[in-house]
């Protein structure tokens, strides 16, 4: 016989096997801060021992603490959800079968408040037979004898958790018109489930015939009287002064006797073909020079490039701090070495084009040069003029971040990398297969000469020397200091009176020295 239970002693020495095992488990349910391990530790027993118990008391109550041959608990894991639930779910798959598994989940929790995973709605719609459906007389939106009745059948649905898909589909009704309903509802309430009007809810006309010929003669009694002026000669506050300007914009396209309106009802004139359009590679070059709109040392540097008219590849590009002379030669110099030589070169009027050094080196290359007056509106036939405003929007800004004329000089020869590889839509209209610049261009080449003929020809103006060890430069059995950074190094040399510069890679390094 065992002796009398000891309230102290933490092995529970029971004699009833169903109060033993609520014993051992009922400081887990006074108190659900403690665990099964912590109570298995206290007596003794293994912690599945205790948690299996926690269980079946949970699932069963009493019952699950009994004998071995009392567990009514079936043999297989059984989905644990109420009986609403599962009635629910068999109406469901008696209406529609198109449902969603999260769908499922979002509807039960709606008309049951009880929630589920859509892997458990899956499962047990799964395992469910379906059950015949409810009467119900109207089972589609175009049933209904009023219109109302069958809108709100939307809207309980959706409020239900149906989606969109499975109402379209249930009642026969397109999304647009679910779409339509569900936006109404949710913006005027049940009021917007009534039938409206498609009349037009514009407010009514003010501006008539009489009104329009009003305002007309008081525009051809002073046709450069502006919206204001017009409202207040009319001495009414019926209309706006925007409307009155409406009206009147709309007179000048109606009437023509209006002065001042000429241009609005001439023809236009047809397109005219570029006076400088190039049909081959290196027919038509183009120059032009650009301040640029930020200063370097306090001073706003140029921009000088040439642009093949043909294939729009600007092949050689300089910056200095004036648009001088020697920097148009010295652009010139560079897109010939690589080119070629053009057949017609076009720039403007300014100085450094006119020049008599820049025009006895056009004349002596036998290069057609012609040049243009911005002023007189010949701007648009410089395409490098107009292409002026790529280099503004496309790289401004990161060259105005630049503080050396070196690091100017970089970053400008960037944007001329980034240009000619990148589509040009003037090519693009045209048809070419690429409207990449360089593409277009390809290997084609100009009027090629000997780099020593080459050199001749800009002889009278450009010389090219080699800098020594420490910098200079021999011109005429005389040296010239130039720059300490460039030792034995190839440069220009432009002579301009009794006025000499250098320049490397297109960069000026000194400038005003002695002769």
Same mark, same amino acid.
């Given at each position: 016989?065992?002796?009398?239970?000891?309230?102290? =002693?933490?092995?529970?020495?029971?004699?009833?096997?169903?109060?033993?095992?609520?014993?051992?488990?009922?400081?887990?349910?006074?108190?659900?801060?403690?665990?099964?391990?912590?109570?298995?530790?206290? +007596?003794?027993?293994?912690?599945?021992?205790?948690?299996?118990?926690?269980?079946? /008391?949970?699932?069963?109550?009493?019952?699950?603490?009994?004998?071995?041959?009392? =567990?009514?608990?079936?043999?297989?894991?059984?989905?644990?959800?109420?009986?609403?639930?599962?009635?629910?779910?068999?109406?469901?798959?008696?209406?529609?079968?198109?449902?969603?598994?999260?769908?499922?989940?979002?509807?039960?929790?709606?008309?049951?408040?009880?929630?589920?995973?859509?892997?458990?709605?899956?499962?047990?719609?799964?395992?469910? !037979?379906?059950?015949?459906?409810?009467?119900? #007389?109207?089972?589609?939106?175009?049933?209904? !004898?009023?219109?109302?009745?069958?809108?709100? @059948?939307?809207?309980?649905?959706?409020?239900?958790?149906?989606s969109k898909r499975s109402i379209s589909q249930f009642l026969h009704v397109s999304r647009p018109t679910i779409d339509r309903w569900i936006t109404r509802f949710e913006r005027d309430n049940a009021a917007s489930l009534a039938d409206k009007s498609s009349a037009p809810h514009t407010p009514a006309r003010k501006v008539w015939l009489p009104v329009m010929l009003e305002?007309?003669?008081?525009?051809?009694?002073?046709?450069?009287?502006?919206?204001?002026?017009?409202?207040?000669?009319?001495?009414?506050?019926?209309?706006?002064?925007?409307? %009155?300007?409406?009206? $009147?914009?709309?007179?000048?396209? %109606?009437?023509?006797?209006?002065?001042? +309106?000429?241009?609005?009802?001439?023809?236009? &004139?047809?397109?005219?073909?570029?006076?400088?359009?190039?049909?081959?590679?290196?027919?038509?070059? /183009?120059?032009?020079?650009?301040? $640029?709109?930020?200063?370097?040392?306090?001073?706003?540097?140029?921009?000088?490039?040439?642009?093949?008219?043909?294939?729009?590849?600007?092949?050689?590009?300089?910056?200095?701090?004036?648009? &001088?002379?020697?920097?148009?030669?010295?652009?010139?110099?560079?897109?010939?070495?690589?080119?070629?030589?053009?057949?017609?070169?076009?720039?403007?009027?300014?100085?450094?084009?006119?020049?008599?050094?820049?025009?006895?080196?056009?004349?002596?290359? &036998?290069?057609? *040069?012609?040049?243009?007056?911005?002023?007189?509106?010949?701007?648009?036939?410089?395409?490098?003029?107009?292409?002026?405003?790529?280099?503004?929007?496309?790289?401004?800004?990161?060259?105005?971040?630049?503080?050396?004329?070196?690091?100017?000089?970089?970053?400008?020869?960037? /944007?001329?990398?980034?240009?000619?590889? +990148?589509? *040009?839509?003037?090519?693009?209209?045209?048809? /070419? &297969?690429?409207?990449? #610049?360089?593409?277009?261009?390809g290997e084609s080449k100009g009027r090629l000469m000997p780099p020593q003929e080459l050199a001749r020809k800009f002889a009278q103006a450009l010389f090219v020397r080699t800098t020594n060890r420490y910098g200079c430069v021999t011109l005429h059995h005389a040296h010239f200091y130039v720059d300490d950074g460039v030792p034995q190094t190839p440069i220009l040399l432009?002579?301009?009176? @009794? @006025?000499?510069?250098?320049?490397?890679?297109?960069?000026?390094?000194? @400038?005003?020295?002695?002769?």
């Open positions: 016989m065992r002796p009398a239970p000891d309230a102290d =002693d933490a092995q529970l020495p029971l004699l009833d096997p169903t109060q033993y095992r609520y014993e051992l488990i009922r400081p887990l349910l006074l108190c659900p801060a403690q665990t099964a391990t912590q109570r298995a530790q206290e +007596t003794g027993t293994h912690p599945a021992t205790v948690g299996r118990l926690k269980r079946r /008391f949970a699932q069963q109550g009493m019952l699950g603490l009994g004998p071995g041959p009392l =567990d009514v608990r079936p043999a297989q894991r059984q989905l644990r959800v109420p009986d609403p639930v599962v009635h629910e779910l068999q109406r469901l798959k008696g209406l529609y079968a198109g449902f969603g598994a999260r769908e499922l989940a979002r509807i039960i929790f709606h008309t049951t408040m009880h929630r589920l995973t859509g892997q458990t709605a899956r499962r047990l719609w799964d395992r469910l !037979p379906p059950v015949a459906p409810p009467s119900r #007389p109207l089972l589609d939106y175009h049933s209904h !004898p009023e219109r109302v009745e069958a809108r709100q @059948e939307v809207i309980t649905l959706y409020a239900q958790g149906w305002i007309y003669h008081l525009q051809k009694r002073h046709p450069d009287a502006g919206g204001f002026r017009i409202w207040s000669l009319r001495g009414k506050t019926d209309l706006s002064i925007r409307t %009155v300007e409406r009206v $009147m914009a709309l007179n000048r396209q %109606v009437y023509t006797d209006i002065p001042g +309106t000429e241009s609005l009802h001439a023809s236009p &004139a047809p397109p005219q073909p570029h006076p400088f359009k190039a049909t081959v590679a290196h027919e038509y070059w /183009f120059i032009d020079g650009r301040m $640029m709109d930020f200063a370097i040392q306090g001073h706003r540097w140029w921009s000088l490039i040439i642009l093949d008219g043909y294939s729009r590849t600007m092949l050689a590009g300089a910056v200095a701090p004036s648009e &001088a002379s020697w920097v148009a030669l010295t652009v010139l110099y560079s897109a010939c070495q690589r080119y070629g030589v053009p057949v017609h070169l076009i720039s403007d009027s300014g100085g450094a084009f006119i020049s008599a050094a820049f025009e006895g080196v056009c004349t002596r290359l &036998a290069i057609d *040069h012609q040049t243009i007056v911005s002023t007189a509106g010949q701007s648009y036939m410089n395409l490098m003029e107009t292409h002026f405003n790529i280099q503004r929007r496309l790289y401004d800004y990161q060259l105005a971040l630049t503080r050396t004329p070196h690091e100017f000089d970089k970053v400008h020869q960037q /944007f001329l990398a980034l240009y000619n590889a +990148t589509a *040009h839509q003037g090519l693009l209209k045209e048809g /070419f &297969a690429s409207p990449i #610049p360089l593409h277009v261009l432009w002579v301009a009176g @009794e @006025e000499l510069r250098a320049v490397y890679d297109h960069v000026l390094l000194a @400038e005003s020295l002695n002769l």
